[in-house]
Nanobody
Framework: QVQLVEFGGGLVQAGGSLRLSCAASGRTFSSYAMGWFRQAPGKEREFVAAISWSGGSTYYADSVKGRFTISRDNAKNTVYLQMNSLKPADTAVYYC????????????????????WGQGTQVTVSS
């Protein structure tokens, strides 16, 4: 059974940084793409970033490009989201997710592309 557990959320001032971690278990981590999404109160879940199964390709929403970095450590079965220059608009529950398909190479942008989700971690950015 695939399990994803996020860590690292919290309260930070605008301009600050946080690093989110997502630990995966239940299958061969290195064979699957990973993504981060977020959901603010009253809004739909939105794409933040994704990384291919090989780690060779990364994708970002325009709103976070240049500020956030996604990476993966296959030896630790963990994907990270380094968030710098945080803004109050980044306040949301952040979820990591993974695809059902091994060696996935399709679209990374929509939540429907991902089969497994973590429970989420709250990120609050104060002004």
């Amino acid at each position: 059974q695939v399990q994803l557990v996020e860590f690292g959320g919290g309260l930070v001032q605008a301009g600050g940084s946080l690093r989110l971690s997502c630990a995966a278990s239940g299958r061969t981590f290195s064979s699957y793409a990973m993504g981060w999404f977020r959901q603010a109160p009253g809004k739909e879940r939105e794409f933040v970033a994704a990384i291919s199964w090989s780690g060779g390709s990364t994708y970002y929403a325009d709103s976070v490009k240049g500020r956030f970095t996604i990476s993966r450590d296959n030896a630790k079965n963990t994907v990270y989201l380094q968030m710098n220059s945080l803004k109050p608009a980044d306040t949301a529950v952040y979820y990591c997710a993974t695809t059902a398909t091994k060696y996935y190479s399709g679209s990374y942008w929509g939540p429907q592309e991902y089969a497994y989700w973590g429970q989420g971690t709250q990120v609050t950015v104060s002004s």
